[in-house]
């Protein structure tokens, strides 16, 4: 199985500044043959089910305000919020789908400093 | 509008079989790559995927969990279910139901706590 590891853990930003969340994966997600990263991106908050973020590695999902981000390729990815909003406090998730079993990271954890 | 409700119960018991249920709208198990899955998170922790069943009946498994885990479709009626034997206080957990576009997840039921306890 691939293995997902996020970094930090638990994050605390001010607002207005900007979160980066990390995500490694223990085997690389990117298909050659079409050149695509097969890694997603998904916020949580309380109560609610996760909402895709961003797809292909860097495709921003339809809604998704352009203050977040997604780049990386291979093995290291990377989530950016560029300036923090209150609203965006929320639990973060990567998540392979280049092979079966699909798996996540352990998410990240991002508040208001 | 493509929507997405788990059903099923909310206590069951150890070593119990459990059946949830995954009523969709908005999309059809005949185009070309849709699936739909399970997955599921104890609480305060992470996700995890659990299972995957496409239009042509293929179907996919944690591999973890795979020999404890059914995943089938009733596509006269929408739904997908997901039966789990020999049920485990750690498989409690909401269990969300998801729509897979290329592999991501771009719509989620609201999930469904189910606790395993006697």
């Known amino acids: 199985d691939i293995v997902m590891t996020q970094s930090p853990d638990s994050l605390a930003v001010s607002l207005g500044e900007r979160a980066t969340i990390n995500c490694k994966s223990s085997?690389?997600?990117?298909?050659?043959?079409?050149?695509?990263?097969?890694l997603a991106w998904y916020q949580q908050k309380p109560g609610q089910p996760p909402k895709v973020l961003i797809y292909?590695?860097?495709a921003r999902e339809s809604g998704v305000p352009d203050r977040f981000s997604g780049s990386g390729s291979g093995t290291d990815f990377t989530l950016t919020i560029s300036s923090l909003q209150a609203e965006d406090v929320a639990v973060y998730y990567c998540?392979?789908?280049?092979?079966?079993?699909?798996?996540f990271g352990q998410g990240t954890k991002l508040e208001i400093k | 509008q493509i929507t997405l409700k788990e059903s099923g119960p909310t206590l069951v018991k150890p070593t119990q079989t459990l059946t949830l249920t995954c009523t969709f709208s908005?999309?059809?198990?005949?185009?070309?790559?849709?699936?739909v899955g399970w997955v599921r998170q104890p609480p305060g922790k992470a996700l995890e995927w659990l299972a995957l069943?496409?239009?042509?009946?293929?179907?996919r498994y944690s591999s973890s969990l795979k020999t404890r885990f059914t995943i089938t479709k009733d596509t006269s009626k929408n739904q997908v279910v997901l039966t789990m034997t020999n049920v485990d206080p750690v498989d409690t957990a909401t269990y969300f139901c998801?729509?897979?576009?290329?592999?991501?997840?771009?719509?989620w039921g609201q999930g469904t706590l189910v606790t395993v306890s006697s």
């Open positions: 998801v729509h897979r576009r290329y592999g991501d997840f771009d719509y």
């Open positions: 908005g999309f059809s198990f005949t185009t070309s790559g849709v699936g």
């Open positions: 069943i496409f239009g042509n009946d293929d179907k």
């Open positions: 085997q690389s997600v990117l298909y050659s043959s079409n050149n695509m990263n097969y």
């Open positions: 292909w590695a860097s």
């Open positions: 998540q392979q789908y280049y092979t079966y079993p699909y798996t």
